[in-house]
């Protein structure tokens, strides 16, 4: 039988510029179907600083069960990141920069661990979804 700590997942906020973050979520629900504890807040340039941090805030409670929440943000040294930076929380608040479809649908499949963890993961995965198309299929090639 599970204990209640196995049950909880790791909430997911993606907070990036303009409408990027709803738009992987929607890409990522395509792939791997509805998720639970997972949000975005778009940020632009009329966006009112404390209240967006505010909202941000507000999301982070809204989304953590209990084991914490990983916030993914599109670009290190960008607005969202360094409103999210200000809400980094030792052990319960983790942020990862760099955003992309593999990070995200790798954080996805990886619920049950920490934010740490998961931002371990994640860093991985974008890092190995970056990929020279040509360079690999002339490699096959003069492989073969």
Avoid: W
Avoid at 29 to 42: E, N, T, Y
Avoid at 75 to 103: D, Q, R, W, Y
Wanted: proline share 3%; net charge neutral.
């Amino acid at each position: 039988m599970a204990d209640s700590a196995t049950n909880k997942i790791t909430g997911i906020l993606l907070v990036t510029h303009a409408d990027y973050g709803k738009a992987l979520i929607d890409a990522a629900k395509f792939i791997v179907g509805d998720q639970p504890r997972l949000a975005s807040i778009g940020v632009d340039a009329s966006s009112d600083v404390g209240a967006t941090v505010g909202a941000i805030k507000e999301c982070i409670k809204e989304l953590d069960g209990g084991n914490g929440v990983l916030i993914l943000t599109d670009m290190f040294g960008g607005t969202p990141t360094n409103l999210s930076l200000s809400l980094l929380t030792a052990g319960k608040v983790e942020v990862i920069t760099g955003v992309n479809l593999p990070m995200l649908i790798k954080v996805l499949q990886h619920r049950g661990q920490t934010p740490q963890e998961m931002a371990g993961l994640a860093k991985n995965a974008g890092v190995q979804g970056i990929v020279v198309a040509g360079e690999v299929l002339r490699k096959k090639i003069a492989a073969s």
